[in-house]
């Protein structure tokens, strides 16, 4: 059974259609990014998931319990941390927090045990008998994620969770995020997307309403690339092939779909951007030592998330 089901989800406001026809599942101890420029309808969606707000159209299932229909058997599933973390700034963390405990039906042993667990898991243990008011805005954050976690959800759903922090703060949230996806399905939205390379299996993209990207996040780099680039650098050998010779070679290994002249360090090297349909560096390997050059450099490229992002988003 999926952890969250979306299905031909539509929410209008007016004139206004911020999700137009959206539909994805995402399976138990995924780890997904949820993505989108502003206005594109993530917070919408999430807080439809979240049963904040209802759909105009179609249905959002949360372990198998639909957000409208059964919705509190839904929120019982999850752990929500929107992006301006519901705190109480004139309450201490250990009273905000058993608060929420009873909010979540916590009987008073339970609450004792999730504060301490969840308090340590996020790193405000120093900071139980402190006023939220007074804590930095990295500090804040962790009480909002205890906050979400501290009912054991099965299932967590975060809105921006790093914004306005500083960069050692956002490492610390991020690792924080990456320790708490081991356990549990993470859909995380935000708009830091080298974040999210690192810390989602999985990606979706949505703009304008329209879902317009969905997969493991490497597939969708390389499949918005066209293939696999690999990047190779000869050096003279037993044997001088002029550059043209090592292109036509190159491109007749099969898979390849172009092999590009790049300029390399030295004169003397010839450097290539190989695409092809799959990962062909043995191939390749094997086609300098078959022609008698100096494999110099071989690494598979890489494309940045924010490339497809701009790439997939672009009005």
């Not at 049963?51 to 929120?75: E, K, M, N």
Request: hydrophobic fraction near 40%; glycine fraction near 10%; charge should be negative.
């Amino acid at each position: 059974m999926p952890a969250i089901e979306v299905e031909q989800l539509h929410k209008h406001y007016g004139n206004l259609h911020a999700i137009q026809g959206i539909s994805f599942s995402i399976e138990p101890g995924e780890v997904v990014g949820f993505l989108g420029p502003n206005g594109a309808g993530k917070s919408t969606a999430m807080k439809i998931i979240t049963g904040f707000i209802s759909p105009t159209a179609g249905t959002a299932r949360v372990d198998g319990h639909d957000v409208v229909t059964d919705s509190l058997s839904a929120r019982t599933k999850l752990g929500y941390l929107p992006e301006n973390a519901p705190l109480y700034t004139d309450m201490k963390v250990q009273d905000y927090l058993d608060y929420v405990g009873r909010i979540r039906g916590l009987g008073t042993a339970e609450r004792a045990t999730a504060i301490d667990r969840t308090s340590q898991q996020c790193g405000v243990t120093a900071r139980l008998g402190q006023q939220i008011g007074e804590l930095s805005k990295g500090y804040r954050q962790r009480v909002g994620l205890a906050q979400a976690l501290l009912h054991s959800p099965p299932i967590l759903i975060l809105d921006e969770p790093t914004t306005g922090l500083d960069p050692n703060q956002i490492v610390e949230i991020r690792n924080l995020i990456r320790e708490i996806g081991r356990k549990r399905t993470v859909l995380l939205s935000t708009h830091i997307l080298s974040e999210v390379q690192a810390t989602c299996d999985r990606v979706i993209i949505i703009h304008q309403g329209h879902l317009v990207a969905d997969g493991a996040t490497s597939e969708v780099t390389t499949r918005e690339q066209g293939g696999i680039m690999v990047q190779a650098i000869f050096a003279p050998g037993t044997v001088a092939l002029d550059r043209d010779t090592i292109r036509q070679a190159l491109e007749t290994i099969p898979g390849v779909t172009r092999a590009s002249d790049i300029e390399a360090e030295d004169p003397a090297w010839s450097a290539f951007e190989i695409l092809a349909t799959g990962d062909v560096r043995t191939q390749v390997f094997a086609l300098a030592v078959a022609r008698g050059l100096v494999l110099v450099e071989l690494a598979r490229e890489r494309t940045k998330l924010e490339e497809v992002f701009r790439r997939l988003t672009r009005s």
